[in-house]
């Protein structure tokens, strides 16, 4: 069973940065996509942004030019570069991997954005 990491959450005021990571238990599998999702408080999970095949990204409007997502250097690991960050922006960020066979989700990592 496929198990994805998350590290790199925590709290930062508006304005500032965070970079969160994630990697996947197992190297040997290909995954489609990888990439992050997120859910605030009384909200649907939503995504953030996305990187398919390795190469392809998307990324939600909300975070487009403050968020950059782009492959770590083990495969099978993600990051997501959060700059300019906003109050809207606190939510819990879980990665996510899909493969042919099953997606697979990380346990979440708690973002929070505040003065």
């Known amino acids: 069973q496929v198990q994805l990491v998350e590290s790199g959450g925590g709290l930062v005021q508006p304005g500032g940065s965070l970079r969160l990571s994630c990697a996947a238990s197992e190297s040997h599998v290909n995954f489609d996509s990888m990439g992050w999702y997120r859910q605030a408080p009384g909200k649907q999970r939503e995504l953030v942004a996305m990187l398919t095949s390795g190469i392809t990204t998307n990324y939600a409007d909300s975070v487009k030019g403050r968020f950059t997502i782009s492959r770590g250097n083990a495969k099978n690991t993600v990051t997501l570069q959060m700059n300019s960050l906003k109050p809207e922006d606190t939510a819990v960020y879980y990665c996510?991997?899909?493969?042919?066979?099953?997606?697979?989700w990380g346990q979440g990592t708690q973002v929070t954005v505040s003065s």
């Open positions: 996510n991997a899909v493969q042919y066979i099953g997606t697979y």
